[in-house]
């Protein structure tokens, strides 16, 4: 069974950096595309990342809301796909989830697309 385990939300303030993290158990992240998604209350699952694999290495996709703002990486060694979020902002408040792909290198926004999730972390960005 492939079971992915998110962990790292909390607590920031504005302008704060966070890293949560998405660890796989039952299957090799590095066979699958990984996607970051996040949903606030009240609003659907909103993609902002996603890692896929190209004959280039690792080439990764961000959603224009968090360009420059978040970086997705992979540690093969540790099985773990990291989202590292910088100068964060109340909007940015959510329940982060990551999902494998059914390939390694095809990203979609579509979140129906994505067959195993994690459970979420929840991160709240408050003063």
Known sequence: QLLLVES?????QPGGSLRVSCAAAG?????YAIAWFRQAPGH???????????????S???????KGQFTSSRDSANNTVYLQMNELKPEDAAVYYCAAGQTSFQC????????????????????
């Open 8 to 12: 790292g939300g909390g607590l920031v």
């Open 27 to 31: 299957f090799t992240l590095d066979s």
């Open 44 to 58: 659907g699952r909103e993609g902002v990342a996603c890692l896929r694999y190209r004959s280039s290495g690792t």
């Open 60 to 66: 990764p996709k961000y959603a224009d809301t968090v």
């Open 108 to 127: 979609r926004d579509d979140s129906t697309w994505y067959e195993h999730w994690g459970q979420g972390t929840k991160v709240t960005v408050s003063s």
